[in-house]
């Protein structure tokens, strides 16, 4: 047992660092606390998937409760802290630097946040002890607190949750800006853009910046020989595997959760994974820790942004540039809240009139598939060609439509919202053109909103 509060991520290091067999960590992270629950890990340090899941709930189901023993033993219980954590960090260092120089992280003027959760306990250290000096902490937000009395919500996807931290950037003339979720799982990051204003890029950005980065060292490292990977998810932006293509390793998309990812990781020892993420602001770098990681991803994203400013760009151009190379996709969610027993039923609804009466056309562009992954079949709608696909079953719908648009319909495991994802793209043929090229794709999202009546 940790000896005080840790972040997520360093219970999967552990888990394997120990040589134990499970892990279970309590968390509501930035969920109201009604949300509150509890995750998981299994030996491999991914949490669990089946059959262990399904081993798990039926043991439980059919356990005697006054088997349960409620006078600890406490001979048997065995602390632990900071050897742990000085393991993970020189992990999380190994893993999430690429010979940086001096210099170069000299001029790195950070600010960070860990709005009052857990990364306060862990971040600042590995800064540190990686070579990162200019780190603004945001005060006010640094001290742990489970009413988190400075946001609304300790979610790092809402810019509203940044505010103190993007004022603090402006005060300092800060580069970048790094917030971390309540259990230090999902970052926030916000750069410059070409006009200087401090900007948060989504999930699907960050993802797309930091596996270019990866690939590009793993590249000029000469480690890229045909048996890697990258991971994502059926919901986050098709871009990766644009990107993946490009530099010759495999791009493997499993469901939504890391749980996926990590499953890939065991599912096929025998090729090396580099890196990967979902829209829903997590990554993963490398395999030491088999869930998403803001400890490791804080890092890598400064590495980044370090490495690029000694050249005279900046992240958010760097990001223009990928769109150039790769195409210009553009993401939006769409979440619609349905509370009690009532929305549950309506949410459920809103899934079988889909999945019954799929739309043919939307924005005027035919849809040419749809993936139902509860069926486990991707039906052609101009064919009615069907395909059996080899993922494990969810309640998840994606549309496909003739121009390349991609909406995908998922109700939250977590929470009583139903998700609406839309993904569209274009090609980009210069950094110049991005601001009209970007108004194209915002008024296409637009009409598919409307057409699908989301709004």
């Known amino acids: ?42 030996e491999d340090g991914g949490q669990i998937v089946p059959p262990q899941d399904e081993g798990i709930i039926n043991t439980i189901e059919n356990l005697n409760y006054n088997q349960i023993k409620f006078d600890a033993n406490e001979d048997l219980i065995h602390y632990i802290d900071n050897d742990v954590d000085q393991a993970f960090i020189k992990s999380t260092i190994e893993n999430a630097c690429f ?54 919500s300790p979610n790092p996807e809402e810019s509203e949750a940044l505010t103190m931290a993007l004022a603090l950037a402006d005060k300092t003339n800060s580069d970048i800006v790094i917030g971390t979720d309540p259990d230090c799982d999902r970052l926030g990051v916000a750069v410059r853009n070409n006009e200087g204003k401090m900007i948060l890029l989504n999930g699907n950005q960050t993802m797309i910046l930091m596996t270019a980065f990866l690939l590009d060292q793993w590249k000029q490292a000469g480690k890229i020989n045909g048996k890697q990977f990258v991971g994502s998810t059926i919901v986050s ?29 065991k599912d096929f020892p025998e090729l090396e994974f580099i890196g990967g993420g979902e829209e829903s602001f997590g990554y993963m770098v490398g395999d030491a820790v088999r869930d ?59 899934m079988v009139t889909m999945r019954n009466n799929p739309v043919k056309e939307i924005n005027g562009q035919r849809v040419l598939m749809l993936e139902d992954y ?48 839309i993904s569209v793209n274009t090609k980009l043929d210069s950094v110049e053109n991005f601001k009209e090229v970007e108004t194209v794709l915002n008024n296409k999202i637009k009409n598919i909103i409307a057409a699908m009546q989301l709004s």
């Open 1 to 42: 047992m940790f000896s005080d509060l840790r972040p997520t991520p360093e219970l999967s290091f552990a888990l394997k660092h120990l040589g134990c067999q499970c892990g279970i960590v309590l968390t509501a992270s930035h969920n109201p606390p009604e949300y509150n629950g509890y995750k998981v890990y299994w």
């Open 237 to 265: 932006t098709p871009m990766i595997m644009e990107l993946a293509t490009a530099y010759g390793v495999e791009c493997k998309v499993g469901l939504t959760g890391f749980k996926w990812i990590a499953k890939m990781i």
């Open 374 to 421: 509860k069926s486990s079949v991707a039906k052609n709608l101009l064919t009615g060609e069907e395909e059996t696909m080899n993922i494990p079953k969810a309640d998840v719908l994606i549309y496909y439509t003739e121009d390349g648009s991609k909406i995908c319909a998922r109700p939250s495991g977590t929470e009583p919202k139903i998700k609406f994802y």
């Open 99 to 152: 010979n940086t120089s001096v210099e170069a992280k000299d001029n790195l003027n950070i600010v960070f946040t860990s709005l009052h959760g857990t990364s306060i306990t862990l971040v600042p250290d590995t800064f540190a002890q990686a070579g990162y000096k200019n780190v603004n902490i945001v005060e006010e937000q640094r001290v742990p607190n489970g009413d988190f009395p400075t946001v609304k």
């Open 292 to 350: 998403k990681d803001a400890v490791a991803a804080t890092l890598l994203i400064c590495e980044l942004a370090a490495q690029v400013k000694a050249k005279g760009s900046t992240v958010y151009k760097e990001l223009l540039k990928l769109y150039v190379e790769h195409g210009f996709y553009k993401e939006h969610l769409i979440s619609i809240t349905k509370k009690g027993m009532e929305g549950l039923a309506e949410i459920n609804q809103m």
